[in-house]
Every structure is written in C-alpha cells, then in structure tokens.
C-alpha cells in the first residue's frame, strides 16, 4: 500500500485546512485509517482515526470539536477536515491505514504511512 497525503499549506489562526490521503496498490478500505502528526525533536502524536466502515472516529483531546475525520470514495482515501487552527497545530501531518479494520490511536498498531504534509499556523 502506498499512501499520499495532500492539502497542507500556510494559514493564519483561525483559518482552516482539509488533508485527504489516497491509498495506491492496494485497497485498505477493510483498514482503520488515522493522522499523526510529529514535530521536529517530537514523538509523533496521534490527532484522529476512523475505523474502515467511516465510523467510531475519535480525536485527541488537543483536537476535539476543531477537527474531522471521514473516509472518502470507496473508504480508500482519509480526509481531515481542520477548523479554528491554531500555531500549536503547526507541524508535518502524517496518514496512516492500520493492520486491523479498527481505529487505533497506537503508532505501532499502523503498519502503512504517507509521506506527510506540512502545515503551518501563523498567529
């Protein structure tokens, strides 16, 4: 599976952003699907996962009630749809599709991983 993540760029606070992630290769419509996002010198940080019907999505407190996760065209892309961004959201944004059909918010429960996408909130 090859995974691409697109739709980063520069806001001001306040503004917003949507990420989609297309899977390539294979299907991973049967897999949870997930963002994390790292920061330089950082562990990298789970932000929101969905499981492989588009349900059950779950989100990092630092997150909740700004971003949204959903699934795409035939479950086989992911998109975050990032509201009210604020500079701590400034970091490079990485989809991830699981080894299961379920959301996880465990790096180690993701065995593919997208390039990542760098997103930058100016105050």
């Known amino acids: 599976v090859q995974l691409q993540a697109c739709g980063g760029g520069a806001v001001q606070t306040g503004g917003s952003l949507r990420l989609s992630c297309a899977a390539s290769?294979?299907?991973?419509?049967?897999?949870?699907m997930a963002w994390f996002r790292q920061a330089p010198g950082k562990e990298r940080e789970f932000v929101a996962a969905?499981?492989?019907?588009?349900?059950?999505?779950y989100y990092a407190d630092s997150v909740k009630g700004r971003f949204t996760i959903s699934r795409g065209y035939a479950s086989n892309n992911v998109n975050l749809q990032m509201n009210n961004l604020k500079p701590e959201d400034t970091t490079v944004y990485y989809c991830?599709?699981?080894?299961?059909?379920?959301?996880?918010?465990?790096?180690?429960?993701?065995?593919?991983w997208g390039q990542g996408t760098k997103v930058t909130v100016s105050s």
């Open positions: 290769r294979r299907t991973v419509s049967n897999n949870g």
């Open positions: 991830a599709a699981s080894r299961t059909a379920w959301a996880s918010r465990n790096k180690a429960d993701f065995a593919y």
């Open positions: 969905i499981n492989w019907k588009g349900g059950s999505p």
